[in-house]
């Protein structure tokens, strides 16, 4: 079964660090897009970082220069290191995974929706 | 602000058809990215319910159907149901900003 699941979500410090985790199974992670996208208390789906097969990284505005997106493709997870939290990065996150197909050339390419995502983990940033 | 632009809500009676929009600029749906749909339940996680503007998983009725026309794209449902009161939220990719865009979602109640 094609599956993510989120850790290493918490109460955490303004100004605080925490690494998330999300595990893959049934899939490969590095033949994937794979993204993070957060959405705050009562608030819409907010795309954060995503790293391609090749291992590319792009981050939002939001959190440019404080998170950093990575994968072990030992463990088939996919990481988003966290620092200097704020309160506004408060937010349920989900990693989400961005199918890949061939094309009639028979050249590998990517989708740019996200077709399975896990239950989220809830980061909560408060002193 | 989202690069998106949604109305925050619709609604409609059982059996009745909405249609829910959603506006882009010339960096991610006007310049030919697909457009994508999600259904979220209440607290529940995403669930994919159109790709490539008007493609459906295997699995989402007939009910649910997208287009996609310049800059804007639509989600329409036939049929309501009580079971699609849910937030509905439009994605794509800008260029500009080298990543995933969402619109700011709408909440479809059924009446």
């Known amino acids: 079964e094609v599956q993510l699941v989120e850790s290493g979500g918490g109460l955490i410090q303004p100004g605080g660090s925490l690494r998330l985790s999300c595990a893959a199974s049934?899939?490969?992670?590095?033949?994937?897009?794979m993204s993070w996208v957060r959405q705050a208390p009562g608030k819409g789906l907010d795309w954060v970082s995503v790293?391609?097969?090749?291992?590319?990284?792009y981050y939002g505005d939001s959190v440019k220069g404080r998170f950093t997106i990575s994968r072990d493709n030992s463990k088939n997870t996919l990481y988003l290191q966290m620092n200097s939290l704020r309160a506004e990065d408060t937010a349920v996150y989900y990693c989400?995974?961005?199918?890949?197909?061939?094309?009639?050339?028979?050249?590998?390419?990517?989708?740019?929706?996200?077709?399975?995502w896990g239950k989220g983990t809830t980061v909560t940033v408060s002193s | 602000q989202s690069v998106l632009t949604q109305p925050p809500s619709v609604s409609g009676a059982p059996g009745q058809r909405v249609t829910i929009s959603c506006t882009g600029s010339?960096?991610?749906?006007?310049?030919?990215?697909?457009v994508h749909w999600y259904q979220q339940l209440p607290g529940t996680a995403p669930k994919l319910l159109i790709y490539n503007n008007k493609n459906r998983p295997s699995g989402v009725p007939d009910r649910f159907s997208g287009s996609k026309s310049g800059t804007s794209a639509s989600l329409a449902i036939t049929g309501l149901q009580p079971e699609d009161e849910a937030d509905y939220y439009c994605?794509?990719?800008?260029?500009?900003?080298?990543?995933?865009?969402f619109g700011g979602g709408t909440k479809l109640t059924v009446l």
């Open positions: 790293i391609y097969s090749g291992g590319s990284t």
């Open positions: 049934g899939f490969t992670v590095s033949n994937n897009y």
């Open positions: 010339s960096s991610n749906i006007g310049a030919g990215y697909d």
């Open positions: 989400a995974r961005s199918p890949y197909y061939y094309d009639s050339s028979g050249f590998k390419d990517y989708y740019y929706y996200m077709d399975v």
């Open positions: 994605q794509s990719y800008d260029s500009s900003l080298s990543g995933w865009v």
